[in-house]
């Protein structure tokens, strides 16, 4: 299938009540569009990273009690996984999508990666536009404004991401419901790429900060 967009019926998944109805809509009304946005972006992601790179789709198989809030598919270099690796996210809430480049799960270079980032904090600041979003905690729909935060601010929220264990660094846009690029899916592709794209500094960084 070719990915046609978003509907509100999507969003209206996380209202389902249970965590296996919940999980029964999502496999199949939200992951077959994410197999399709997965197809689609892929070796345009790679292309970018300069390397292959592979699609994760959340099965959320450690669930045993609570439905999830949220869904994803990450694009990652790692073929085996893509929490502990500096990877990108497209995924919904019931009130927004986003479109992420994360840093999340405690990544085993995090410190070293956020040391790369302090030591060039212009150049990173530079790479995200003032109207994308910046969350600390993938589990949660807050975010604040990059336009917000000053420099120093900026030096503050990294040297978090390096001191606190469970940190997160998530840099992005958010669409919501109606919004034009998502209800159509060359529309919202195209979005996605250019996303990935003025991100994609911050990613070469992190990966080279790793290696």
């Known amino acids: 299938m070719s990915f046609t967009g978003f509907e509100q019926q999507d969003f209206d998944t996380f209202h389902i ?12 009304r939200i992951q077959p569009k994410f197999k399709a946005i997965g197809d689609a972006l892929c070796q345009d992601v ?17 669930r045993t009690t609570n439905p999830p809030k949220d869904t994803w598919l990450a694009f990652a270099a790692n073929k085996r996984g893509y929490k502990q690796h500096p990877h990108f996210q497209i995924g919904l809430f019931d009130d927004h999508v986003f479109v992420w480049f994360a840093l999340i799960y405690e990544p085993p270079d995090k410190q070293r990666i956020a040391e790369a980032y302090l030591k060039q904090i212009r150049k ?5 536009p003032d109207d994308y979003v910046i969350s600390f905690d993938h589990t949660k729909k807050e975010s604040v404004s990059a336009g917000s935060l000053n420099e120093k601010q900026w030096k503050e929220a990294i040297q978090r991401f390096h001191d606190v264990k469970s940190a997160e660094l998530l840099i992005g846009r958010h ?15 195209g979005f996605a790429k250019e996303t990935f794209s003025q991100l994609m500094p911050l990613y070469l960084t992190a990966c080279k900060a790793g290696s």
């Open 17 to 28: 009540e249970g965590l296996e109805p919940r999980m029964a809509v999502i496999r199949e």
């Open 46 to 62: 790679a292309m970018l990273a300069g390397t292959e790179m592979f699609v994760h789709i959340a099965k959320h198989l450690r």
């Open 124 to 128: 990173t600041r530079s790479a995200v």
């Open 175 to 189: 669409l919501k419901p109606g919004d034009p690029p998502l209800t159509n899916g060359e529309a919202f592709l």
